[in-house]
């Protein structure tokens, strides 16, 4: 990516961003560093500082553990796909969206390569 294209985020400075991209965006995919609720409460206000309406999709990818949090911050519900890592993390994740993922529920989890073998 070229670094005129980079701009640098600071989840616990929610809004620091460039005026230039406060409602540019339709579709938003999130990825917080933490499993805390600040965090992605911060995450949650940046993403309404960058949606360009309120029918802006979101992806969001976290741990299972903060479902709860997620669909009151973001208005999200779990989908099927489940994000695996390769360094074998301790936590559940999961994907959360706020709109029907037909293709991400159609992935599932731990056997997606099986699943997309069979299509």
Avoid: W
Wanted: glycine content about 6%.
């Amino acid at each position: 990516m070229a670094k005129e294209n980079f701009v640098k985020y600071d989840y616990t400075k929610p809004e620091d961003i460039p005026s230039e991209l406060r409602g540019k965006f339709s579709f938003i995919a999130a990825d917080p560093p933490f499993l805390a609720n600040d965090c992605l409460g911060g995450i949650a206000i940046t993403c309404s500082f960058l949606q360009a309406n309120a029918d802006k999709k979101l992806l969001l990818c976290t741990g299972e553990v903060m479902e709860e949090a997620a669909a009151s911050l973001l208005g999200v519900v779990k989908t099927a796909f489940a994000p695996r890592h390769k360094s074998k993390l301790s936590n559940t994740f999961a994907s959360f969206t706020n709109y029907e993922p037909v293709v991400l529920n159609k992935l599932g989890g731990a056997n997606s390569e099986e699943k997309l073998d069979e299509q």
